[in-house]
């Protein structure tokens, strides 16, 4: 059960301050009140209004669909003091309810700081193509009232027919574990706002190798474009707006990160290293790909302050081409296998990273041919523009030939992935 749904209140200071948060485990009766709710008829004993969001695909590949609630000013004037509970539960089109829901308990202040206009609540799902039916509950405890909504919910297919397998064994219904804005003291404008949690699951991306293949995932989240050391000063990209488009940027290459970390070669397997080219700093070094902590990982990386660079690395980033150029010629040159046999491994590197924009007179250093032999690189831009100059990247990797193919939707994301999986089943070499 999942605790997360969030509230918003237009005219009030915070959520927090108007709606204190009452006790998050639900007393027996009220549990079973719900229960009975759900499964009873619609009703509306309290005015409100019930929407549903287009479903929007995600780069996780599974489409997120937002469920919003609000309750307008003259009716919470006359429910001040009122606890209540609100909930969000998915059944399938003949009425068989999807493990989970989403619940949220709150009470209505009766001296709140600021008058209160209204009172918006929304959760969301993440759903697999098919039909569904969303049941929305809101239940006064202190009055007994209660509301019912039933919508009906078309997921579509994805367009095309593009690893048609890719989502096969998922669940078909899933609620994330952190909303935006979950905290109810933050303001949603507020730039550290980590978004909607990562889906859970492995996706079906086999790859047809035929002779043993190790994959190393190469993922980078430097800061992108737009927030350097140089402009971030600039009053357009300053201060909070630097840290939320950072914060965008990591909201896109974690959910690519951990798809592409579940490619599955049929013989081999795969590793997963992170840097942070802009820090000069390795996040994670060829680590399982099955063993990577991502709730952790998506911590580590949203506690990061873009106004806190110690000294020696501001001494250091200089010399971020070199960095980067040195670890992707270290992965790319291990000649660790896969295990035991003795049979050649072929070996790829897949790079991705956004674009990347070094500060003015930064040098870049290409890898040499003669420093990785035999190198096979993939590289994957999260980026709308086919051609730009200053890519770092492209500059690193020249003289190596890399394959590059660029993404800036989820849509096309897809497609990447059946383009990877096709170029990874072909062998490096004879």
């Given amino acids: 059960m999942n605790v997360f749904a969030r509230i918003v209140v237009s005219g009030c200071l915070s959520a927090a301050i108007c709606f204190p948060a009452a006790a998050q485990q639900s007393q027996p009766e009220a549990s ?28 996780q590949q599974r489409y997120l669909v937002v469920v919003s609630a609000s309750l307008n000013a003259s009716v919470l004037r006359k429910l001040t003091g009122h606890q209540f509970i609100f909930e969000v539960k998915l059944a399938d089109r003949e009425g068989k309810w999807y493990r989970g829901e989403d619940l949220a308990e709150f009470k209505v202040s009766e001296k709140p700081p600021q008058p209160i206009n209204s009172a918006n609540f929304y959760t969301g799902v993440y759903a697999l193509p098919g039909e569904y039916r969303v049941a ?21 297919e994805v367009k095309g027919s593009v690893l048609p397998d890719l989502t096969r064994g998922l669940l078909p219904v899933e609620f994330p574990t952190r909303s935006p804005g979950m905290n109810q003291n933050q303001d ?3 730039e550290r706002d980590p978004g909607w949690s990562l889906a859970r699951g492995i996706e079906h991306l086999p790859i047809a190798n035929t002779r043993p293949l190790r994959v190393d995932v190469v993922l980078d989240f430097s800061e992108p474009e737009g927030v350097t050391p140089e402009n971030r000063e600039q009053a357009m990209l300053g201060g909070k707006l630097s840290q939320r488009v950072y914060f965008e940027y990591l909201r896109e290459m974690l959910p ?6 579940h490619l599955q070669p049929s013989h081999g397997c795969v590793r997963v290293s992170a840097i942070d080219v802009s820090r000069v700093h390795v996040i994670l070094d060829r680590q399982d790909a099955m063993r990577i902590d991502w709730a952790k990982l998506e911590k580590e990386l949203y506690s990061v302050d873009l106004d806190r660079v110690d000294v ?20 790319a040159t291990d000649p660790a296998g896969c295990g035991a046999g003795v049979e050649p491994v072929d070996h790829a590197v897949v790079l991705v990273s956004e674009r990347q924009q070094y500060p003015r007179h930064t040098p870049v250093t290409p890898i040499q041919p003669e420093e990785c032999p ?44 059946q383009d990877l999986t096709a170029e990874l089943s072909s062998p490096s070499s004879p």
């Avoid at 690519?256 to 970390?261: D, E």
């Avoid at 096979?376 to 030939?401: A, M, N, S, V, W």
């Fill in 32 to 59: 079973s009140m719900m229960e009975r709710l759900l499964n009873g008829p619609e009703r509306r004993d309290i005015p409100w209004t019930v929407k549903l969001s287009r479903p929007a695909l995600t780069y």
């Fill in 136 to 156: 929305a509950v809101i239940y006064d405890r202190t009055q007994g009232a209660a509301n019912v909504r039933r919508l009906d919910l078309h997921v579509p």
């Fill in 188 to 190: 949603l404008r507020m």
């Fill in 256 to 261: 690519v990160g951990t798809i592409i970390s």
């Fill in 312 to 331: 020696a690395t501001m001494t250091q980033q200089r010399d971020r081409s070199k960095f980067a150029a040195e670890f992707l010629t270290q992965i």
């Fill in 374 to 417: 035999n190198c096979r690189f993939i590289y994957l831009r999260l980026t709308p523009y086919q051609f730009e100059p200053g890519d770092p990247y492209r500059d690193i990797l020249k003289f190596l030939h890399p394959r590059s193919f660029q993404f800036y939707t989820p849509e096309g994301f897809r497609k990447v992935l």
